[in-house]
């Protein structure tokens, strides 16, 4: 069964920089589809940016941080990131990472607290 770990959350202030981190185990192939996902405080879970591996398809983004947040595949297939410049106290969320893996296979991270001060 695939784990996901994220890390790389913390506290910073508005207009500063972080850079969360997830890995996946127990998987050998490429996981087809990763993403992070955050949730606000009596919010719904959303889609902040998804990634698939190596292909021509450019990842996609959430408006709310198109042009702030970038999201990458590492040299290795299972680890994805997510650079968030700009932060803004809005983005103040658990951050979740997402790996679909094969049909009706997924799994979700437990998550990491961003928090961003006004």
């Known amino acids: 069964q695939v784990q996901l770990v994220e890390s790389g959350g913390g506290l910073v202030q508005s207009g500063g920089s972080l850079r969360l981190s997830c890995v996946a185990s127990?998987?050998?192939?490429?996981?087809?589809?990763m993403a992070w996902y955050r949730q606000a405080p009596g919010k719904q879970r959303e889609l902040v940016a998804g990634i698939m591996p190596g292909g021509t398809t450019p990842p996609n983004y959430a408006a709310s941080v198109e042009g702030r947040f970038t999201i990458s595949r590492g040299n290795a297939k299972n680890t994805v990131y997510l650079q968030m410049n700009s932060l803004k106290p809005e983005d103040t969320a658990v951050y979740y990472c997402?790996?679909?893996?094969?049909?009706?296979?997924?799994?979700w991270g437990q998550g990491t607290q961003v928090t961003v001060s006004s």
């Open positions: 127990g998987i050998n192939s490429n996981i087809p589809y």
């Open positions: 997402y790996a679909l893996y094969g049909i009706g296979r997924s799994s």
